[in-house]
């Protein structure tokens, strides 16, 4: 399929060889060399008309042409859609990180029936942008969902084979998905895991024999590293339960949740401190599901961490991802969180699955992050302004909401994976584990 | 009741510290006595209407000290404070009658306390005006929450420096927009980030300047919540963190006890936890506390009125500033328990 994307001519024209292609380039070029001369020249005196309808004609079928090229050598790039690209209220040493404007839905620039993108990804994408879909696992799981989909929608070319094709009619999926929203590591090592698995399908099976593999792969997939290993976890976790215990958990996170409800489940006593921190406040429906299986709760703010400590016996959290030098990598607070307990001296126990090991390596937050939406820490609960909610008028006033922070290892105690239990510093040893497994 | 009055509901410390200073002025115009240690007497009395539940007491308590300490200095007589040294006046808890009567006793306290009201009044701007030793071109600074002191200090060091602010929201009460806003205004380039991106952000940042409510007599700081976790954040990545407050702010107290229940007060957590979520507020327990205690071994700088100094320093200031008498406000002197036991 060689449609172009979202492109507003209708037409194509019809294809030049080599060298007229060539020529007609260095006509642009020339013209637009002309043009800029005459613009310096023109500087003093305002004269933008003289320019424009130079660049104008030769501008129009330019593109077109470029399209028609860059179709035969490469499939056709989804448009990059809502990324801010101006330097205008942006931080300079986040500058590196990409900001998207909430304001235009992701949707924008994809027409009904030439998309490359299937519907499945599309849905996706719209409930990860405007976060619906939230944590790592539940957004592998949303993932997994969608390539199934794709898969038992998939119908190979004739002319192709589905294990080089199915790769690349994926990708411009996970391009737009990475557009909406920037990859959770475990998304990441989702896709990783499903190129290899497509690479391996044998060439004599039959297409639907093929498709039904893989899709089991994708089944396969989920039950190993996020239900079974969840469960390990659990188990390992629900040991180091103990009555009488003040359990700090900070902020939603489905693993957690999980453990504490198994543990009252097995009639465990025990307290726990929920920490919040804005602007999603996801902690208040930990909150909400702890009191309704009956464990007493206690909230706070993450800037009251140090007046709780001390109740506290242990802290319980949970990962993004951990990196290949032991750095975990969880929601921002984490890190803090990690600090104040370590100097308090209580033990911090960080639940990981295996999947979600990474070969990245970074010593500090910034590198590598996410950043959501800035609007979102103007909303305060009684829906008032706060004095800069005008922020975007004001060029001196940024707002950064940083999505991701890395704890050292030297502040975390153990990490519960359901290989075993392990300090941080052994990430590296299950990545090497996990490739000679694939 | 005219303290209560006149006192009351007045946030901003330097005021509510002024108008103590008139009313007790007021007071010793008007009360009776005759000799400094029946003024001294009265003054303790009367600190019994000192508003302690409201957020500014112990700068109250500390000015209140302070006007005691003129009134024992004056006491004593000028020859006394002037030949006696800084120890031996440390140890002097008699007061020894002079030849003053009540009217040119009077007099030379209310010129010390004129003295002290200008010392306050010009407290600020003696803070303001050291922002730039303090501040090198290009830096970036992290603060926390609302200062007035703190964004004065900013501005000023905008004047001949270029620099980048970058401002906690602090919770709750969210007053770090309103230092962004103000800083922004000031033309200072302000990115306000949420507390809990401290410790992602802090190792980037060049030096951290927090204003307090308190400074307690080791050192330690009684500031807004969240202030503790930051300079644990900032000792991590070994960036200074530097305190500006005028030394009215400085209490000769100590930590009482480390539990947490014992320092601090707790405020309303409605803005915390909306009422549309009654059913969990019965359910669950929410703290919304309003101070943090910040040991002093965090700080590597306080910026006050009088110069930069160590937090290892403050000790000899508070021997300067109080008598060792007056640290505790409700205590009577000894002297005055025996004149009670033998009425």
């Known amino acids: 399929s060689t449609q172009s994307t979202g492109e507003p001519a209708g037409d194509a024209p019809p294809p030049k060889s080599k060298a007229q292609l060539k020529a007609e380039r260095r006509a642009i070029q020339e013209a637009q060399r002309a043009a800029k001369q005459a613009q310096k020249e023109a500087q003093g005196k305002q004269q933008p008309a003289k320019p424009t309808p130079k660049q104008q004609p030769p501008k129009q079928p330019a593109p077109a042409k470029g399209k028609t090229v860059t179709e035969a050598k490469a499939p056709a790039k989804v448009a990059p859609i809502q990324e801010v690209t101006d330097s205008c209220g942006r931080v300079e040493i986040l500058s590196h990180l990409k900001l998207y404007d909430r304001t235009i839905p992701p949707t924008q620039s994809l027409s009904f029936t030439s998309s490359k993108i299937h519907p499945a990804f599309v849905k996706l994408g719209v409930q990860m942008a405007r976060d619906i879909v939230v944590g790592s696992n539940a957004r592998c799981a949303a993932l997994i969902c969608a390539v199934k989909t794709f898969i038992s929608d998939y119908k190979c070319p004739k002319s192709k084979e589905i294990r080089s094709h199915l790769n690349v009619a994926l990708k411009p999926c996970f391009t737009y998905l990475a557009q909406c929203r920037m990859m959770a590591v475990s998304m990441e090592n989702f896709i990783k895991h499903t190129k290899v698995q497509v690479a391996k399908i044998s060439p004599d099976l039959t297409e639907s024999v093929a498709k039904e593999e893989l899709q089991q792969s994708c089944d396969n997939f989920f039950r190993e590293n996020i239900y079974l290993a969840g469960k390990s976890i659990t188990e390992k976790a629900v040991e180091r339960v103990v009555d009488g215990d003040t359990i700090l958990i900070y902020k939603k996170s489905q693993l957690i949740l999980h453990i504490l409800l198994e543990a009252k489940a097995r009639n465990k006593n025990f307290r726990v401190m929920v920490v919040d921190s804005r602007p999603d406040l996801s902690g208040v429906q930990s909150c909400e599901r702890l009191t309704a299986a009956g464990i007493p709760c206690s909230y706070v703010y993450i800037n009251s961490c140090t007046y709780v400590m001390k109740k506290v016996t242990k802290v319980m959290l949970a990962a993004d991802a951990l990196l290949a030098n032991g750095y975990v990598l969880g929601p921002v607070g984490t890190a803090l969180i990690g600090l104040i307990s370590s100097t308090y001296n209580k033990p911090v126990i960080v639940c990981c699955e295996t999947y979600k090991f990474s070969e990245r390596v970074q010593t500090d937050s910034i590198l590598y992050n996410e950043l959501a939406d800035p609007d979102s820490m103007l909303k305060t609960l009684n829906e008032e302004d706060t004095p800069v909610s005008n922020w975007r008028d004001c060029p001196n006033t940024r707002l950064v909401n940083l999505v991701y922070d890395t704890t050292p290892p030297a502040l975390v105690s153990i990490v519960i994976t359901e290989i075993a239990e392990l300090p941080c510093t052994s990430a590296p040893v299950v990545l090497r584990r996990g490739a000679v497994k694939m | ?343």
């Not at chain 2, 007071?27 to 400094?36: M, S």
């Not at chain 2, 420096?161 to 927009?177: A, M, T, W, Y």
């Not at chain 2, 590597?300 to 508070?318: C, D, K, M, Q, V």
Request: charged residues 20%; glycine residues 4%.
């Open chain 2, 1 to 343: 009741q005219w303290y209560q009055r006149r006192v009351t509901g007045e946030r901003r410390s330097y005021v509510s510290v002024v108008k103590t200073i008139n009313v007790f002025r007021d007071l010793i115009c008007t009360a009776e006595w005759v000799t400094g240690r029946e003024l001294i007497k009265i003054v303790k009395c009367y600190c019994k209407y000192l508003p302690l539940s409201q957020s500014n007491e112990t700068d109250v308590s500390n000015v209140v000290r302070r006007i005691l300490k003129i009134i024992r200095e004056e006491s004593v007589g000028p020859e006394a404070t002037n030949s006696a040294d800084g120890i031996s006046a440390f140890f002097k808890t008699d007061i020894k009658p002079c030849n003053l009567g009540r009217s040119d006793l009077q007099d030379n306290i209310l010129n010390s306390i004129v003295e002290l009201l200008a010392e306050l009044d010009t407290s600020k701007s003696n803070i303001v005006n050291m922002a730039l030793e303090h501040i090198h071109s290009n830096e970036r600074i992290l603060t926390y929450g609302h200062s007035n002191t703190i964004r004065d200090f900013l501005l000023y060091g905008r004047k001949a420096r270029d620099f980048e602010v970058i401002v906690c929201e602090s919770g709750p009460s969210l007053k770090g927009h309103k230092m962004a806003a103000e800083l922004s205004e000031g033309g200072i380039k302000t990115t306000v980030i949420a507390d809990s991106a401290a410790f992602a952000i802090i190792h980037a940042v060049n030096k951290v300047i927090i204003g307090t409510h308190t400074i307690m007599a080791d050192g330690a700081l009684r500031a807004t919540n969240g202030v503790h976790q930051v300079a644990m954040a900032a000792k991590f990545f070994s960036v200074p963190v530097i305190v500006c407050a005028p030394l009215y702010k400085l209490s000769p107290t100590h930590l009482c006890s480390y539990d947490p229940d014992a320092f601090n007060k707790v405020i309303g957590p409605e803005k915390m936890l909306n009422f549309s979520n009654a059913n969990l507020h019965s359910k669950v327990l929410i703290s919304n506390p309003d101070f943090d205690y910040v040991p002093s071994d965090l700080i590597e700088l306080f910026i006050t009125n009088t110069g930069g100094h160590a937090p290892s320093y403050l000790y000899r200031i508070i021997s300067e500033l109080y008598h060792p008498e007056d640290y505790d406000l409700d205590n009577m002197c000894v002297e005055d328990v025996e004149d009670e036991m033998a009425t």
